[in-house]
């Protein structure tokens, strides 16, 4: 059965550091997300990546995968505090339609 | 062009009671997904449903059920509500049942 576990689960950041959430997943999956969901809110879709060696950017953030050693990162760049929010990733489970989310990294950026 | 929509925004039940949760997908969408989403938890995936049939279902007890609709809305019944049902519960659209989803706001559910 899939597991997705992400790393850390909390994360308290200055402004305009640079740091790396971690999502390790336990068996193949054909195609990994990240969401981002700010408190009370739903989630907000930031990344599919669905091959090995994908890499994609949107603004501060950049998400990777690494299939062979069942791994996503996303990267924060020069953090600023509208990115304070908690960020999932999920990973599809190969050959059916079942999405597992990680537990989540509630992200707090101090001024 | 309108979101996901789920309604209602807000429920509050008793222990023992039956819910019915709605969800409309983003027009042009075919799959919806329901998940089961425990404060300061991760989503946790309950049912898929494409062209009306069920795809995927999370590993949730009997009480829970759902159907898709022709037009493609989606119902999530939930029976013999208990205490520990008390959570958010997002509905999510998709072109196909592997494409990117999109999530509705979620009908939060208190249970008394």
């Known amino acids: 059965e899939l597991k997705v576990e992400q790393n850390p689960l909390f994360l308290s950041m200055q402004e305009g550091k640079n740091y790396t959430i971690y999502c390790n997943y336990s068996t193949t999956s054909d195609r990994l997300y990240w969401y981002r969901q700010d408190p009370g809110k739903s989630l907000e879709s930031l990344f599919v990546?669905?091959?090995?060696?994908a890499v994609k950017q949107e603004g501060r953030l950049m998400a990777s995968l690494d299939t062979k050693a069942r791994l996503s990162t996303l990267h924060i760049t020069a953090a600023v505090h509208d990115l304070s929010a908690t960020y999932f990733c999920a990973g599809g489970y190969s050959g059916t339609y079942k999405y597992i989310f990680g537990t989540g990294t509630r992200l707090k950026v101090l001024a | 062009d309108a979101g996901v929509t789920q309604s209602p925004t807000h429920l509050i039940k008793t222990r023992g009671q039956q819910v019915t949760l709605r969800c409309s997908p983003i027009s042009g969408h075919k799959s919806v997904s329901w998940y089961q989403q425990v404060l300061g938890q991760g989503p946790q995936f309950i049912f898929q449903y494409y062209e009306k049939e069920e795809r995927g279902r999370g590993n949730f007890p009997d009480r829970f059920s759902a159907r898709q609709f022709p037009n493609y809305s989606s119902e999530l019944n939930v029976n013999a509500l208990l205490l520990g049902d008390s959570a958010l519960y997002l509905c999510a659209s998709s072109l196909a049942g592997n494409q990117p989803q999109h999530f509705g706001d979620g009908t939060r559910l208190s249970i008394l």
């Open positions: 990546l669905l091959s090995n060696g």
